[in-house]
C-alpha cells in the first residue's frame, strides 16, 4: 500500500540541510559552522532510517525542524556541563527560548543571507569562498564539491578546515551588513555566485548533472539576495546574465555528452521561457552606474535575441565587448573582439589580429587562442596551417570534450589534403 | 527461531551528502520489506553518552569514546532459524559497506 507522502519532493534533504545549517549557525554563532552542520547531518541520518521503517511524516520539514532543534538543545546542555567542568567551552551566549524564534518561516531567508554573508567574507579565499557555500548554503557532499570543482576530496576537506578557522579567527558575526559595507560586501557575495555559476558553466567536469545543479543553486542564491535588496541593481543584472546562459544549457552538449559550439546550436533548444524571465531582470537592473554584469547581461541578451548566428548584431556585440574591456580589463575580452573581428572585416583581418594576441603572457598559453586560429584556417581552406594550430591546442591541455573535437576537426584536416593531393 | 542483534559499527553515514541520504531511504525501505516478519526492530544511537570502566573509576561523558570504525551506530534485532540464515540477511542490508556489522545470537532462545 502506498501511503500519501511514500515520496519525497527532489532534494527535500539537500533544501533543509541549507536552511537548518544557517539557522542553527544562528544559533550557535559563525564560529560553530561545524557544529550546525553535524547536528543537522544526524538529524538528516536520523530521517533516512525513521521513515525508510515508518511512514513518512504529513509534514517533513516540521519533523526534521523538530529534530534539529531537540539535538542543539542536548548539545547546549552537554556543553554546558563541559563548561562547568572547566573544560573549553566555545559556544555563545544563546538561550534556550531563542532557539523557537530562528526557524520561523521569515527568519529562515534571513539567516540564509546571513550564511551567504559569512561564506562570502572577503578574508577568506575565493575557493574557499565557493566551497564554502556549496556545501553549507547548497547541501553539496564533500563528493559532489570536489566534483563540482574538479578537485579532490582531501583538498576540500582542507580548503574547508581553513574557511572555517579564518572565520573564527576573523571573528566574523553571522550578519547582514549595514550602510556602506553593505555595499562592499553585496560586491564579493555577487562575485562568489557569478563564479560559482562559472564553475558550474564552464566547467570540464565529466559530471553534466552536477554542473547544471551548481548552476541552479548560483541562481536560486542570486534570486534571494535581489528579492532582499531591491534597490542593489548590480545583483539582477547578475541574475539576468545567469538565466541568458541557462536558457542555452541544453544545446550546449549533444545527445553523446561533446559540446556543440556556439555557431553550430540548434537555437530552437534555448529556453524561451528562462529567456523572457532574463530579459526581466534586465529590464529590473537598470540603475545610474554600469556594471560588469549589466555588459554582459547586454551581450548575452543580444545573442539571445538574433534570430540565427548569420544575423546577430555583431558590431553591437562588439562595441559592448569594447566597454567591458574599459570595465573590467581581461585578456579573454581582447580574444573574443578578436573573433568578433572576423564577422566584421572578415577572417583575414582577424587572423593577423590573433597574430598579435600570441605576444599576450597569458593568451600564449591558452588553448582556445591556437583551436580558434586553427578553425580559422580551416575555413579558409588553410588545411595545413589549421592542422598545426590544432596540434599546439590539444598540447595546451583542453577539456576531454573539447578535445574530442579538436580530434574531430584535424582528422577533417587529414582527409582534405589526402584528397587534394 | 532465534533472534539475533546486528551491531552496526562505524561512521559511514555521516559522510553520506543529503542527496545520497534521501536516496538511500527507498533501499532501506526495500530490505526491510523484504525480510518482512523476520525484522523485529531497530534503532540508531548517538555518538555521545557515557562510558564506565569499574565502580572506583570515574565516569567517563560526552564521548565518542572509541575510533571511528569501532564506534556503534546502531542495532536491528532480527529473527531466523540460524546463523547462516541471519548472516544471509545481514549481507542484503543496505547498511552493509557504509557500517561492519555483527551478527550475534541472543542467548535466551526464542519460545515459540
Request: with cysteine; proline share 3%; aromatic share 8%.
Amino acid at each position: 500500500m502506498v501511503s500519501k507522502t511514500d515520496q519525497l519532493i527532489e532534494h527535500l534533504f539537500r533544501e533543509e540541510y541549507g536552511k537548518l545549517v544557517a539557522s542553527l549557525t544562528r544559533f550557535f554563532g559563525a564560529s560553530n559552522i561545524s557544529l550546525a552542520e553535524d547536528i543537522v547531518q544526524e538529524t538528516l541520518i536520523a530521517a533516512s532510517e525513521h521513515w525508510s521503517v515508518r511512514e513518512i511524516p504529513d509534514n517533513p520539514t516540521g519533523w526534521l525542524v523538530q529534530v534539529a532543534k531537540r539535538k542543539a538543545l542536548n548539545e547546549l546542555k552537554r556543553n554546558k556541563v563541559i563548561q562547568r567542568h572547566g573544560s573549553e567551552g566555545h559556544l555563545t551566549e544563546a538561550t534556550e527560548s531563542e532557539i523557537g524564534t530562528i526557524f520561523l518561516d521569515n527568519e529562515i531567508k534571513d539567516n540564509q543571507l546571513r550564511m551567504m554573508f559569512t561564506c562570502c567574507h572577503p578574508g577568506l579565499a575565493t575557493k574557499s569562498q565557493i566551497a564554502l557555500t556549496l556545501k553549507t548554503l547548497c547541501g553539496f557532499g564533500i563528493k559532489e564539491v570536489a566534483s563540482a570543482l574538479l578537485t579532490n576530496e582531501s583538498t576540500i576537506n582542507k580548503r574547508l578546515y581553513r574557511a572555517k578557522s579564518d572565520i573564527r579567527d576573523l571573528g566574523a558575526a553571522f550578519d547582514i551588513p549595514q550602510g556602506k559595507e553593505l555595499k562592499q560586501r553585496l560586491e564579493t557575495v555577487n562575485l562568489t555566485l557569478y563564479l560559482l555559476f562559472n564553475e558550474g558553466y564552464n566547467s570540464t567536469s565529466n559530471d553534466s548533472i552536477i554542473q547544471k545543479e551548481m548552476c541552479l543553486e548560483a541562481i536560486r542564491l542570486t534570486k534571494l539576495l535581489c528579492e532582499h535588496f531591491p534597490e542593489h541593481k548590480k545583483s539582477f543584472a547578475l541574475l539576468s546574465l545567469m538565466y541568458f546562459h541557462a536558457a542555452r544549457f541544453e544545446a550546449r552538449i549533444d545527445d553523446k555528452g561533446t559540446i556543440v559550439l556556439f555557431e553550430d546550436q540548434d537555437r530552437s533548444e534555448w529556453s524561451k521561457d528562462l529567456i523572457s524571465l532574463g530579459m526581466g531582470f534586465l529590464q529590473k537592473s537598470i540603475d545610474s552606474s554600469l556594471s560588469s554584469y549589466h555588459i554582459e547581461a547586454g551581450i548575452a541578451a543580444e545573442h539571445c535575441m538574433a534570430e540565427s548566428f548569420e544575423t546577430t548584431d555583431w558590431q553591437s556585440i562588439f562595441n559592448q565587448y569594447k566597454l567591458l574591456e574599459k570595465v573590467k580589463p581581461n585578456p579573454i575580452i581582447k580574444l573574443n573582439l578578436a573573433i568578433i573581428q572576423s564577422k566584421l572585416e572578415g577572417i583575414e583581418a582577424s587572423l593577423a589580429q590573433l597574430d598579435l594576441l600570441t605576444q599576450d603572457k597569458i593568451l600564449s598559453t591558452y588553448h582556445l587562442l591556437p583551436a580558434t586560429q586553427g578553425i580559422f584556417h580551416m575555413k579558409i581552406k588553410n588545411y595545413q596551417a589549421a592542422i598545426d594550430y590544432l596540434e599546439k591546442a590539444a598540447s595546451l591541455g583542453p577539456s576531454d570534450s573539447e578535445c574530442r573535437i579538436i580530434e574531430s576537426r584535424i582528422a577533417e584536416c587529414r582527409k582534405k589534403l589526402n584528397r587534394s593531393t | 527461531m532465534q533472534e539475533f542483534l546486528l551491531i552496526l559499527k562505524g561512521d559511514g553515514m555521516n559522510h553520506l551528502s543529503p542527496d545520497e541520504l534521501q536516496n538511500i531511504m527507498s533501499e532501506y525501505k526495500t530490505w526491510v520489506n523484504t525480510i518482512g516478519d523476520k525484522y523485529i526492530g531497530g534503532q540508531r544511537l548517538e555518538d555521545n553518552g557515557a562510558f564506565m570502566a569499574s565502580k572506583t573509576d570515574e565516569i567517563v561523558t560526552d564521548g565518542p569514546f572509541l575510533e571511528p570504525k569501532e564506534i556503534i551506530a546502531g542495532f536491528f534485532i532480527i529473527q531466523a532459524k540460524s546463523q547462516d540464515e541471519a548472516n544471509e540477511i545481514a549481507k542484503t542490508s543496505p547498511h552493509l559497506g557504509l557500517y561492519q556489522i555483527e551478527v550475534r545470537p541472543i542467548a535466551m532462545p526464542k519460545m515459540d
